[in-house]
Protein backbone atom coordinates (compact mmCIF):
# COMPACT_ATOMS: atom_id res chain seq x y z
CA UNK A 1 0.00 0.00 0.00
CA UNK A 2 1.03 3.62 -1.05
CA UNK A 3 2.34 5.21 2.53
CA UNK A 4 0.63 8.43 1.48
CA UNK A 5 -2.74 6.24 1.23
CA UNK A 6 -1.71 4.25 4.37
CA UNK A 7 -1.46 7.69 6.40
CA UNK A 8 -4.93 8.36 4.86
CA UNK A 9 -6.46 5.09 6.14
CA UNK A 10 -4.66 5.49 9.53
CA UNK A 11 -6.42 9.14 9.88
CA UNK A 12 -10.18 8.00 8.75
CA UNK A 13 -9.67 4.76 11.29
CA UNK A 14 -8.90 7.47 14.29
CA UNK A 15 -11.92 9.97 13.32
CA UNK A 16 -14.15 6.74 13.76
CA UNK A 17 -14.07 8.53 17.13
CA UNK A 18 -17.58 10.22 18.39
CA UNK A 19 -18.38 9.38 21.89
CA UNK A 20 -16.34 6.38 22.67
CA UNK A 21 -17.79 4.14 19.57
CA UNK A 22 -14.74 2.91 17.54
CA UNK A 23 -14.19 2.10 13.94
CA UNK A 24 -12.00 -1.12 12.82
CA UNK A 25 -9.63 -1.81 16.06
CA UNK A 26 -5.71 -3.24 15.38
CA UNK A 27 -5.34 -6.66 17.20
CA UNK A 28 -3.22 -5.92 19.99
CA UNK A 29 0.37 -8.21 19.83
CA UNK A 30 0.70 -11.53 21.25
CA UNK A 31 3.57 -12.71 22.73
CA UNK A 32 5.02 -15.51 24.24
CA UNK A 33 6.04 -14.96 28.07
CA UNK A 34 8.96 -12.84 28.89
CA UNK A 35 9.99 -10.19 31.14
CA UNK A 36 11.02 -6.61 29.39
CA UNK A 37 13.43 -4.61 31.76
CA UNK A 38 12.82 -0.69 30.22
CA UNK A 39 14.96 2.17 31.88
CA UNK A 40 12.54 5.33 31.55
CA UNK A 41 13.97 8.85 30.80
CA UNK A 42 16.81 7.07 29.18
CA UNK A 43 17.60 9.81 27.67
CA UNK A 44 19.59 10.80 30.21
CA UNK A 45 22.55 8.13 29.05
CA UNK A 46 22.80 10.76 26.67
CA UNK A 47 22.50 7.99 24.40
CA UNK A 48 26.46 7.00 24.74
CA UNK A 49 28.16 3.98 23.48
CA UNK A 50 29.19 3.05 26.90
CA UNK A 51 26.06 3.59 28.60
CA UNK A 52 24.20 1.68 26.17
CA UNK A 53 26.36 -1.60 26.77
CA UNK A 54 26.17 -1.27 30.33
CA UNK A 55 21.80 -1.29 30.45
CA UNK A 56 22.25 -4.33 28.02
CA UNK A 57 24.74 -6.14 30.06
CA UNK A 58 22.24 -5.49 33.44
CA UNK A 59 19.31 -6.86 31.90
CA UNK A 60 17.68 -4.16 30.21
CA UNK A 61 16.23 -4.26 27.21
CA UNK A 62 13.88 -1.35 26.54
CA UNK A 63 15.10 2.05 26.62
CA UNK A 64 12.10 4.45 26.68
CA UNK A 65 12.57 8.34 25.83
CA UNK A 66 10.78 10.55 28.02
CA UNK A 67 11.34 14.45 26.12
CA UNK A 68 8.55 15.77 25.01
CA UNK A 69 10.07 16.77 21.91
CA UNK A 70 11.61 13.57 20.67
CA UNK A 71 8.47 12.22 19.15
CA UNK A 72 9.76 9.60 16.53
CA UNK A 73 13.55 9.23 15.96
CA UNK A 74 15.81 8.92 12.75
CA UNK A 75 15.80 5.34 11.19
CA UNK A 76 19.87 5.83 12.13
CA UNK A 77 19.32 6.45 15.82
CA UNK A 78 16.84 3.23 15.78
CA UNK A 79 19.41 1.30 14.08
CA UNK A 80 22.10 2.22 16.57
CA UNK A 81 20.02 1.24 19.89
CA UNK A 82 19.19 -2.22 18.15
CA UNK A 83 23.19 -2.80 17.59
CA UNK A 84 23.71 -2.81 21.61
CA UNK A 85 20.41 -5.57 21.38
CA UNK A 86 18.36 -3.03 22.94
CA UNK A 87 14.68 -1.68 21.72
CA UNK A 88 13.54 2.12 21.98
CA UNK A 89 10.35 3.13 23.40
CA UNK A 90 9.49 6.54 21.32
CA UNK A 91 7.50 9.12 23.75
CA UNK A 92 4.55 11.26 21.60
CA UNK A 93 3.39 13.88 23.87
CA UNK A 94 -0.12 14.58 21.55
CA UNK A 95 -0.41 18.47 22.33
CA UNK A 96 3.17 18.96 21.54
CA UNK A 97 2.80 16.97 17.99
CA UNK A 98 -0.08 19.15 17.36
CA UNK A 99 1.29 22.64 18.25
CA UNK A 100 4.42 21.80 16.28
CA UNK A 101 2.77 20.53 13.36
CA UNK A 102 -0.91 22.16 12.70
CA UNK A 103 -1.06 24.51 10.64
CA UNK A 104 -2.50 27.88 11.51
CA UNK A 105 -5.65 27.28 10.36
CA UNK A 106 -5.93 24.09 12.08
CA UNK A 107 -4.82 25.69 15.02
CA UNK A 108 -8.26 28.08 15.01
CA UNK A 109 -10.48 25.81 15.21
CA UNK A 110 -13.95 26.29 17.42
CA UNK A 111 -13.29 24.37 20.47
CA UNK A 112 -9.73 23.33 20.16
CA UNK A 113 -8.75 24.97 23.39
CA UNK A 114 -10.19 24.04 26.71
CA UNK A 115 -12.94 26.09 28.16
CA UNK A 116 -12.92 26.85 31.63
CA UNK A 117 -15.87 26.87 34.23
CA UNK A 118 -16.35 30.26 34.10
CA UNK A 119 -16.32 30.77 30.61
CA UNK A 120 -12.30 31.88 29.80
CA UNK A 121 -10.27 29.73 27.91
CA UNK A 122 -7.13 27.77 28.49
CA UNK A 123 -4.35 27.33 25.82
CA UNK A 124 -2.13 25.34 27.26
CA UNK A 125 -4.76 22.11 27.09
CA UNK A 126 -7.34 21.32 24.11
CA UNK A 127 -10.40 19.46 24.06
CA UNK A 128 -9.31 15.94 22.69
CA UNK A 129 -12.83 15.53 21.35
CA UNK A 130 -12.54 17.97 18.48
CA UNK A 131 -11.92 16.12 15.36
CA UNK A 132 -9.08 18.38 14.05
CA UNK A 133 -7.13 17.84 16.44
CA UNK A 134 -7.21 14.17 16.28
CA UNK A 135 -7.18 14.25 12.40
CA UNK A 136 -3.89 16.30 12.95
CA UNK A 137 -2.60 14.00 15.58
CA UNK A 138 -3.29 10.90 13.66
CA UNK A 139 -2.02 12.39 10.34
CA UNK A 140 1.29 13.25 11.70
CA UNK A 141 1.93 10.17 13.87
CA UNK A 142 1.55 8.10 10.38
CA UNK A 143 4.15 10.46 8.61
CA UNK A 144 6.30 10.17 11.03
CA UNK A 145 6.23 6.10 11.36
CA UNK A 146 6.42 5.98 8.05
CA UNK A 147 9.52 7.78 8.03
CA UNK A 148 11.08 5.05 9.61
CA UNK A 149 10.72 2.27 7.30
CA UNK A 150 11.02 -1.20 8.72
CA UNK A 151 13.47 -0.30 11.22
CA UNK A 152 12.93 -3.08 14.19
CA UNK A 153 13.81 -0.73 16.46
CA UNK A 154 11.31 0.86 17.67
CA UNK A 155 9.40 -1.14 20.00
CA UNK A 156 6.70 1.01 21.59
CA UNK A 157 5.24 4.22 22.12
CA UNK A 158 3.96 6.23 24.93
CA UNK A 159 1.47 8.31 24.64
CA UNK A 160 0.80 11.42 27.05
CA UNK A 161 -1.62 10.94 30.12
CA UNK A 162 -0.23 12.50 33.01
CA UNK A 163 -1.96 16.04 31.96
CA UNK A 164 -5.37 13.94 31.92
CA UNK A 165 -6.74 17.10 29.69
CA UNK A 166 -9.20 18.80 31.93
CA UNK A 167 -13.01 19.18 30.96
CA UNK A 168 -13.93 21.28 28.74
CA UNK A 169 -17.04 23.15 29.40
CA UNK A 170 -18.39 23.84 25.81
CA UNK A 171 -20.37 22.89 23.62
CA UNK A 172 -18.51 19.92 21.99
CA UNK A 173 -18.42 18.12 25.42
CA UNK A 174 -21.76 18.78 26.18
CA UNK A 175 -22.96 17.29 22.83
CA UNK A 176 -20.62 14.45 22.69
CA UNK A 177 -21.97 13.60 26.42
CA UNK A 178 -25.47 13.64 25.67
CA UNK A 179 -25.16 11.77 22.60
CA UNK A 180 -23.14 9.37 24.97
CA UNK A 181 -26.24 8.84 27.07
CA UNK A 182 -24.40 10.40 30.33
CA UNK A 183 -26.37 13.50 30.49
CA UNK A 184 -29.42 15.19 28.86
CA UNK A 185 -29.43 18.72 27.29
CA UNK A 186 -30.47 20.29 30.57
CA UNK A 187 -27.98 19.20 32.25
CA UNK A 188 -24.72 21.57 33.31
CA UNK A 189 -21.68 19.93 33.01
CA UNK A 190 -20.25 19.16 36.78
CA UNK A 191 -17.29 21.66 37.62
CA UNK A 192 -14.73 18.77 38.30
CA UNK A 193 -10.72 19.30 38.91
CA UNK A 194 -8.06 16.73 40.26
CA UNK A 195 -10.62 14.86 42.32
CA UNK A 196 -12.40 17.83 43.68
CA UNK A 197 -16.35 18.40 42.76
CA UNK A 198 -17.02 22.33 43.06
CA UNK A 199 -20.94 22.20 41.93
CA UNK A 200 -23.54 19.98 41.75
CA UNK A 201 -26.00 20.01 39.29
CA UNK A 202 -28.83 22.06 39.93
CA UNK A 203 -31.21 19.89 39.21
CA UNK A 204 -29.98 16.99 41.98
CA UNK A 205 -28.84 14.51 39.71
CA UNK A 206 -25.70 12.22 40.05
CA UNK A 207 -22.76 13.99 38.31
CA UNK A 208 -20.64 10.78 39.11
CA UNK A 209 -22.32 9.43 36.13
CA UNK A 210 -20.55 12.01 33.59
CA UNK A 211 -16.92 12.13 35.23
CA UNK A 212 -17.19 8.02 35.31
CA UNK A 213 -17.70 8.88 31.40
CA UNK A 214 -15.30 11.32 30.92
CA UNK A 215 -12.49 9.18 32.74
CA UNK A 216 -13.08 6.27 30.27
CA UNK A 217 -13.48 8.00 27.40
CA UNK A 218 -12.85 11.91 27.82
CA UNK A 219 -9.60 13.78 28.43
CA UNK A 220 -6.32 12.33 26.84
CA UNK A 221 -7.80 8.51 26.67
CA UNK A 222 -10.03 10.19 23.37
CA UNK A 223 -7.03 10.59 21.36
CA UNK A 224 -4.41 8.27 22.87
CA UNK A 225 -6.58 4.90 22.11
CA UNK A 226 -7.10 6.23 18.92
CA UNK A 227 -3.83 7.19 17.79
CA UNK A 228 -2.59 3.75 19.13
CA UNK A 229 -4.94 2.08 16.86
CA UNK A 230 -3.01 4.37 14.23
CA UNK A 231 0.26 3.72 15.41
CA UNK A 232 -0.37 -0.21 15.15
CA UNK A 233 -1.96 0.10 11.39
CA UNK A 234 1.28 1.97 9.88
CA UNK A 235 3.44 -0.43 12.12
CA UNK A 236 2.08 -3.44 12.90
CA UNK A 237 4.68 -4.89 15.52
CA UNK A 238 4.84 -1.62 17.75
CA UNK A 239 3.11 -1.78 21.36
CA UNK A 240 1.66 1.17 22.76
CA UNK A 241 1.36 2.51 26.62
CA UNK A 242 0.55 5.88 28.22
CA UNK A 243 2.11 7.82 31.41
CA UNK A 244 2.14 6.20 34.84
CA UNK A 245 -1.27 5.25 36.28
CA UNK A 246 -3.42 8.19 36.84
CA UNK A 247 -5.57 8.48 40.10
CA UNK A 248 -9.54 8.54 38.67
CA UNK A 249 -10.47 5.19 39.14
CA UNK A 250 -11.51 3.83 36.09
CA UNK A 251 -10.58 1.75 33.31
CA UNK A 252 -9.99 4.11 30.63
CA UNK A 253 -6.45 5.19 30.85
CA UNK A 254 -4.52 2.25 29.29
CA UNK A 255 -7.78 1.07 26.99
CA UNK A 256 -6.42 -0.89 23.83
CA UNK A 257 -2.99 0.16 25.21
CA UNK A 258 -0.61 -3.32 24.67
CA UNK A 259 1.64 -2.02 27.76
CA UNK A 260 0.01 -1.14 31.26
CA UNK A 261 3.06 1.19 32.84
CA UNK A 262 3.53 2.55 36.43
CA UNK A 263 6.61 3.03 38.37
CA UNK A 264 6.14 3.56 42.50
CA UNK A 265 7.92 5.67 45.24
CA UNK A 266 8.92 3.81 48.21
CA UNK A 267 11.58 6.01 49.09
CA UNK A 268 9.23 8.15 51.16
CA UNK A 269 7.15 8.10 54.09
CA UNK A 270 6.35 5.06 55.40
CA UNK A 271 8.77 3.53 53.08
CA UNK A 272 6.56 0.37 52.47
CA UNK A 273 7.03 -1.72 49.16
CA UNK A 274 4.13 -3.00 49.55
CA UNK A 275 3.04 -0.13 47.50
CA UNK A 276 4.23 -2.00 44.41
CA UNK A 277 1.84 -4.52 44.81
CA UNK A 278 -1.31 -2.01 45.26
CA UNK A 279 -0.15 -0.68 42.21
CA UNK A 280 -0.04 -3.56 40.61
CA UNK A 281 -3.25 -4.76 41.81
CA UNK A 282 -4.89 -1.82 40.34
CA UNK A 283 -3.67 -2.18 36.80
CA UNK A 284 -4.59 -6.21 36.94
CA UNK A 285 -7.97 -4.38 37.47
CA UNK A 286 -7.71 -2.42 34.55
CA UNK A 287 -5.65 -5.43 32.26
CA UNK A 288 -9.05 -7.58 33.19
CA UNK A 289 -10.76 -5.08 31.18
CA UNK A 290 -8.89 -3.85 28.89
CA UNK A 291 -5.83 -6.43 28.31
CA UNK A 292 -2.22 -5.92 27.77
CA UNK A 293 0.57 -6.54 29.92
CA UNK A 294 1.99 -4.94 33.25
CA UNK A 295 5.34 -2.94 33.71
CA UNK A 296 6.15 -1.54 36.94
CA UNK A 297 8.67 -1.07 39.15
CA UNK A 298 10.43 1.02 42.09
CA UNK A 299 12.02 4.56 41.38
CA UNK A 300 16.01 3.87 41.23
CA UNK A 301 18.45 4.54 43.83
CA UNK A 302 19.17 2.10 46.72
CA UNK A 303 20.91 2.90 50.15
CA UNK A 304 24.30 3.19 48.68
CA UNK A 305 22.81 5.90 46.08
CA UNK A 306 23.65 9.42 46.91
CA UNK A 307 20.07 10.15 45.55
CA UNK A 308 18.18 12.17 48.13
CA UNK A 309 14.90 9.59 47.07
CA UNK A 310 16.97 6.33 47.53
CA UNK A 311 15.58 3.67 49.22
CA UNK A 312 17.10 1.16 51.13
CA UNK A 313 18.47 -1.91 49.33
CA UNK A 314 16.44 -4.54 50.26
CA UNK A 315 13.51 -2.81 50.08
CA UNK A 316 14.13 -2.03 46.65
CA UNK A 317 15.20 -5.78 45.57
CA UNK A 318 11.60 -6.89 47.33
CA UNK A 319 9.47 -4.39 45.37
CA UNK A 320 10.68 -6.48 42.47
CA UNK A 321 9.88 -9.27 43.48
CA UNK A 322 6.30 -8.27 45.12
CA UNK A 323 5.45 -6.71 41.61
CA UNK A 324 6.51 -9.72 40.04
CA UNK A 325 4.33 -12.12 42.50
CA UNK A 326 1.46 -10.20 41.99
CA UNK A 327 1.46 -10.09 38.27
CA UNK A 328 3.96 -7.39 36.60
CA UNK A 329 5.35 -8.95 33.39
CA UNK A 330 7.94 -6.52 32.80
CA UNK A 331 10.03 -3.67 35.27
CA UNK A 332 10.20 0.26 34.54
CA UNK A 333 12.81 2.61 36.34
CA UNK A 334 12.91 5.83 36.50
CA UNK A 335 14.64 8.50 38.47
CA UNK A 336 18.00 9.44 38.36
CA UNK A 337 18.75 12.96 36.85
CA UNK A 338 21.91 11.31 34.87
CA UNK A 339 22.39 7.33 34.05
CA UNK A 340 25.79 6.89 34.93
CA UNK A 341 28.31 3.84 35.95
CA UNK A 342 30.78 5.58 36.87
CA UNK A 343 29.76 6.14 40.96
CA UNK A 344 30.35 2.93 42.72
CA UNK A 345 27.07 3.75 44.51
CA UNK A 346 24.85 3.67 41.90
CA UNK A 347 26.72 0.50 40.88
CA UNK A 348 24.62 -1.08 44.22
CA UNK A 349 21.45 -0.43 42.48
CA UNK A 350 22.33 -2.11 38.97
CA UNK A 351 23.49 -4.87 40.69
CA UNK A 352 20.42 -5.20 42.47
CA UNK A 353 18.10 -5.32 39.19
CA UNK A 354 20.69 -7.56 37.33
CA UNK A 355 20.58 -10.24 40.45
CA UNK A 356 16.54 -10.16 40.31
CA UNK A 357 16.08 -10.33 36.58
CA UNK A 358 18.52 -13.48 36.30
CA UNK A 359 17.21 -14.97 39.41
CA UNK A 360 13.68 -14.34 37.81
CA UNK A 361 14.66 -15.70 34.31
CA UNK A 362 16.78 -18.64 35.22
CA UNK A 363 15.16 -20.16 38.31
CA UNK A 364 11.49 -19.09 37.97
CA UNK A 365 10.06 -18.67 35.09
CA UNK A 366 7.13 -20.31 35.58
CA UNK A 367 6.23 -17.06 37.43
CA UNK A 368 5.99 -15.44 34.32
CA UNK A 369 3.22 -17.61 33.26
CA UNK A 370 1.39 -17.13 36.31
CA UNK A 371 -2.28 -16.29 37.00
CA UNK A 372 -4.22 -15.03 39.86
CA UNK A 373 -5.82 -18.19 41.80
CA UNK A 374 -9.53 -16.92 41.33
CA UNK A 375 -10.65 -15.09 44.62
CA UNK A 376 -13.39 -15.05 46.67
CA UNK A 377 -12.88 -11.54 47.78
CA UNK A 378 -12.93 -8.06 46.31
CA UNK A 379 -11.55 -4.25 47.33
CA UNK A 380 -14.10 -1.71 45.68
CA UNK A 381 -11.82 1.82 45.13
CA UNK A 382 -14.80 4.09 44.25
CA UNK A 383 -14.78 7.18 41.94
CA UNK A 384 -18.13 8.21 43.86
CA UNK A 385 -17.22 7.87 46.91
CA UNK A 386 -13.83 10.32 46.25
CA UNK A 387 -16.72 13.17 44.41
CA UNK A 388 -19.29 12.52 46.39
CA UNK A 389 -17.50 12.38 49.96
CA UNK A 390 -15.64 15.42 49.06
CA UNK A 391 -12.01 14.34 49.33
CA UNK A 392 -9.67 15.11 46.72
CA UNK A 393 -7.53 12.56 45.27
CA UNK A 394 -4.67 12.46 47.27
CA UNK A 395 -6.66 11.95 50.29
CA UNK A 396 -8.59 9.00 48.40
CA UNK A 397 -5.80 7.32 47.33
CA UNK A 398 -3.85 7.67 50.66
CA UNK A 399 -6.40 5.70 52.31
CA UNK A 400 -6.97 3.22 49.62
CA UNK A 401 -3.53 2.43 49.49
CA UNK A 402 -3.02 2.08 53.53
CA UNK A 403 -5.68 -0.13 53.55
CA UNK A 404 -4.59 -2.55 50.85
CA UNK A 405 -1.16 -2.53 52.63
CA UNK A 406 -2.79 -4.01 55.14
CA UNK A 407 -4.67 -6.55 53.52
CA UNK A 408 -1.95 -7.46 51.74
CA UNK A 409 -0.33 -8.14 55.82
CA UNK A 410 -3.57 -9.76 56.50
CA UNK A 411 -3.04 -12.18 53.73
CA UNK A 412 -5.98 -11.80 51.67
CA UNK A 413 -5.81 -11.59 47.73
CA UNK A 414 -7.90 -9.30 46.95
CA UNK A 415 -9.46 -8.16 43.43
CA UNK A 416 -9.70 -4.42 43.01
CA UNK A 417 -13.10 -3.36 41.89
CA UNK A 418 -14.14 0.69 40.43
CA UNK A 419 -17.77 1.43 39.95
CA UNK A 420 -17.85 0.39 36.42
CA UNK A 421 -16.97 -2.88 37.71
CA UNK A 422 -19.74 -3.15 40.14
CA UNK A 423 -22.15 -1.91 37.50
CA UNK A 424 -21.10 -4.49 35.09
CA UNK A 425 -21.96 -7.41 37.98
CA UNK A 426 -18.65 -7.99 38.78
CA UNK A 427 -19.98 -8.40 42.74
CA UNK A 428 -21.33 -11.50 41.71
CA UNK A 429 -18.05 -13.43 41.36
CA UNK A 430 -17.28 -13.12 45.19
CA UNK A 431 -17.80 -13.77 48.32
CA UNK A 432 -17.14 -10.86 50.11
CA UNK A 433 -16.20 -7.00 48.92
CA UNK A 434 -14.30 -4.24 51.45
CA UNK A 435 -15.89 -0.51 51.19
CA UNK A 436 -12.58 1.50 52.80
CA UNK A 437 -12.99 4.79 53.59
CA UNK A 438 -16.29 5.06 52.40
CA UNK A 439 -18.73 8.19 53.05
CA UNK A 440 -21.45 8.43 50.30
CA UNK A 441 -21.54 6.34 46.84
CA UNK A 442 -23.96 6.75 43.84
CA UNK A 443 -27.68 5.57 44.09
CA UNK A 444 -26.69 3.18 40.77
CA UNK A 445 -23.32 1.74 42.87
CA UNK A 446 -24.89 1.95 45.99
CA UNK A 447 -27.93 -0.40 44.38
CA UNK A 448 -25.36 -2.89 43.14
CA UNK A 449 -23.84 -3.37 46.17
CA UNK A 450 -27.72 -3.81 48.58
CA UNK A 451 -28.24 -6.33 45.83
CA UNK A 452 -25.13 -8.16 46.31
CA UNK A 453 -25.73 -8.32 50.36
CA UNK A 454 -28.89 -9.50 49.87
CA UNK A 455 -27.99 -12.08 47.88
CA UNK A 456 -25.61 -13.29 50.44
CA UNK A 457 -22.60 -11.76 49.93
CA UNK A 458 -20.33 -9.83 52.77
CA UNK A 459 -20.01 -6.03 52.68
CA UNK A 460 -17.48 -4.67 55.18
CA UNK A 461 -16.94 -0.90 55.36
CA UNK A 462 -13.84 0.00 56.70
CA UNK A 463 -13.00 3.42 58.37
CA UNK A 464 -10.88 5.77 57.03
CA UNK A 465 -7.02 4.45 56.75
CA UNK A 466 -4.88 7.59 57.40
CA UNK A 467 -2.36 7.24 59.68
CA UNK A 468 -0.05 10.06 60.46
CA UNK A 469 3.50 10.22 58.83
CA UNK A 470 5.12 12.73 56.55
CA UNK A 471 9.34 12.92 55.93
CA UNK A 472 8.31 16.54 55.64
CA UNK A 473 6.53 16.84 58.69
CA UNK A 474 8.41 14.23 60.90
CA UNK A 475 10.79 15.92 63.38
CA UNK A 476 12.00 14.87 66.71
CA UNK A 477 9.48 16.67 68.42
CA UNK A 478 6.90 15.30 66.52
CA UNK A 479 8.18 11.68 67.02
CA UNK A 480 7.17 9.45 70.32
CA UNK A 481 8.45 5.68 70.53
CA UNK A 482 5.71 5.27 73.09
CA UNK A 483 3.11 6.83 70.70
CA UNK A 484 -0.21 4.90 70.65
CA UNK A 485 0.14 3.61 66.43
CA UNK A 486 -3.84 3.25 67.22
CA UNK A 487 -4.25 6.86 67.49
CA UNK A 488 -0.79 8.48 67.08
CA UNK A 489 -2.17 12.37 67.00
CA UNK A 490 -0.06 14.43 67.44
CA UNK A 491 2.81 12.41 66.93
CA UNK A 492 3.92 10.94 63.83
CA UNK A 493 4.28 7.73 62.70
CA UNK A 494 8.10 6.20 62.41
CA UNK A 495 8.41 3.22 59.21
CA UNK A 496 8.70 0.41 62.57
CA UNK A 497 5.19 2.21 64.21
CA UNK A 498 3.45 2.20 60.89
CA UNK A 499 4.40 -1.56 60.70
CA UNK A 500 2.67 -2.22 63.79
CA UNK A 501 -0.09 0.15 63.30
CA UNK A 502 -0.37 -1.91 59.55
CA UNK A 503 -0.07 -5.31 61.62
CA UNK A 504 -2.90 -3.91 63.61
CA UNK A 505 -5.34 -3.01 60.92
CA UNK A 506 -3.98 -6.41 59.12
CA UNK A 507 -5.49 -8.19 62.30
CA UNK A 508 -8.64 -6.96 62.01
CA UNK A 509 -9.66 -7.24 58.30
CA UNK A 510 -8.93 -11.01 58.54
CA UNK A 511 -11.00 -11.81 61.13
CA UNK A 512 -13.88 -10.71 58.77
CA UNK A 513 -12.64 -13.04 56.48
CA UNK A 514 -10.97 -15.86 57.95
CA UNK A 515 -13.55 -18.68 57.10
CA UNK A 516 -13.38 -18.10 53.46
CA UNK A 517 -9.85 -18.65 53.05
CA UNK A 518 -7.83 -21.83 51.87
CA UNK A 519 -4.81 -20.86 51.98
CA UNK A 520 -3.48 -18.95 55.63
CA UNK A 521 0.30 -17.32 56.96
CA UNK A 522 0.94 -17.04 60.10
CA UNK A 523 3.75 -14.32 59.95
CA UNK A 524 2.50 -10.60 59.02
CA UNK A 525 6.20 -9.76 57.57
CA UNK A 526 5.77 -12.04 54.66
CA UNK A 527 3.58 -11.23 51.52
CA UNK A 528 1.60 -14.07 49.96
CA UNK A 529 -0.06 -14.96 46.82
CA UNK A 530 -2.27 -17.27 45.01
CA UNK A 531 -1.59 -18.05 41.85
CA UNK A 532 -2.01 -20.90 39.05
CA UNK A 533 0.48 -22.30 36.15
CA UNK A 534 -0.95 -24.59 33.23
CA UNK A 535 -3.50 -26.00 35.93
CA UNK A 536 -1.29 -26.37 39.26
CA UNK A 537 -1.64 -23.80 42.34
CA UNK A 538 1.37 -22.15 43.63
CA UNK A 539 2.18 -19.93 47.08
CA UNK A 540 3.85 -17.36 46.22
CA UNK A 541 5.76 -15.85 49.43
CA UNK A 542 7.77 -12.58 49.24
CA UNK A 543 9.99 -11.64 52.31
CA UNK A 544 8.81 -8.71 53.96
CA UNK A 545 11.34 -8.53 57.30
CA UNK A 546 13.57 -6.18 58.37
CA UNK A 547 15.33 -4.03 60.40
CA UNK A 548 14.72 -0.38 61.57
CA UNK A 549 17.59 2.29 61.38
CA UNK A 550 18.35 5.35 63.50
CA UNK A 551 18.10 9.42 63.22
CA UNK A 552 19.76 10.29 59.59
CA UNK A 553 18.97 13.42 58.12
CA UNK A 554 21.98 12.88 55.54
CA UNK A 555 19.58 11.90 52.49
CA UNK A 556 17.42 14.35 53.01
CA UNK A 557 15.04 11.69 54.98
CA UNK A 558 14.63 11.13 58.23
CA UNK A 559 14.45 7.06 60.26
CA UNK A 560 15.15 5.22 57.82
CA UNK A 561 14.72 1.25 57.36
CA UNK A 562 17.93 -0.78 56.92
CA UNK A 563 17.76 -3.75 55.77
CA UNK A 564 15.87 -7.00 55.22
CA UNK A 565 16.24 -9.80 57.47
CA UNK A 566 16.11 -13.90 56.78
CA UNK A 567 12.32 -14.98 58.22
CA UNK A 568 10.44 -18.81 58.25
CA UNK A 569 6.51 -18.74 58.00
CA UNK A 570 4.18 -21.49 58.44
CA UNK A 571 1.91 -21.78 55.61
CA UNK A 572 -1.76 -24.12 56.05
CA UNK A 573 -3.61 -25.39 53.81
CA UNK A 574 -7.28 -26.22 55.04
CA UNK A 575 -9.05 -28.31 52.63
CA UNK A 576 -5.82 -30.58 52.89
CA UNK A 577 -4.81 -30.23 56.61
CA UNK A 578 -1.52 -29.68 55.90
CA UNK A 579 1.34 -27.05 56.53
CA UNK A 580 4.27 -26.16 55.02
CA UNK A 581 7.39 -24.21 56.86
CA UNK A 582 9.27 -22.13 54.40
CA UNK A 583 12.31 -20.24 54.82
CA UNK A 584 12.92 -17.27 53.09
CA UNK A 585 15.96 -14.96 52.71
CA UNK A 586 16.13 -11.26 53.47
CA UNK A 587 14.08 -9.84 50.00
CA UNK A 588 13.56 -12.96 48.82
CA UNK A 589 10.44 -14.85 46.72
CA UNK A 590 9.78 -18.10 46.72
CA UNK A 591 7.27 -20.63 45.04
CA UNK A 592 5.50 -23.43 46.79
CA UNK A 593 3.16 -26.06 44.81
CA UNK A 594 -0.18 -26.88 46.56
Not at 59 to 65: A, D, K, P
Not at 153 to 172: A, Q, R, T
Not at 214 to 243: C, E, H, M, Q
Not at 557 to 581: F, H, P
Request: glycine content about 8%; charged content about 15%.
Amino acid sequence: MHQQWKTVVAVSLLLGCVWGVFGKEVAQAQTAPTHNMQLWDAQKTDWTDGNLKNLKNSGFSVVQNGYNASLIPSRSFLDKISSYGLSYGAYVDTRYLFRSKATSTEKSVANLYVKNPDGSTNTNEFNTFNRTYQSVVARELSKLLNGIGSSKGLYKIMFNSEHGSPISYDSLTKSIAVSGGVMTSTQGIPVYARGVLTTMPSNGTDPCRFLRWFDNWGGDIAVNTLAANSARYIYPSVKTTTDPLSDDYGHGQYRKQDILQDWVRIHSAPRDPLSIAYRTERLKSDKKLTGGEIWIGPQLGTATSTASYAAPADAFEEALWLSTAFGARGSTFWGYNAIRWSNSADLDTWSRIKKYHTSLVTNTPLLLSATDTPRVVAVLLSKSNQVLSGHAYYETDNNYENFFRALLTAHVPADVLYDEDVLNGALGKYKAVFLPGFGKISADVQAKITSFQNAGGRVIVWPKCAPLYSDAQITAGKTSSTANIQNSYPYYLLPDQYRKWRQWQASLMYAKVSDLLNVRCDNPNVIMNLVTVNGTKYIVLVNDTRTYGTWCTARGYKWMEDAGLAATCNVTIVNQSRTIQVSLPAAGMKMIQY
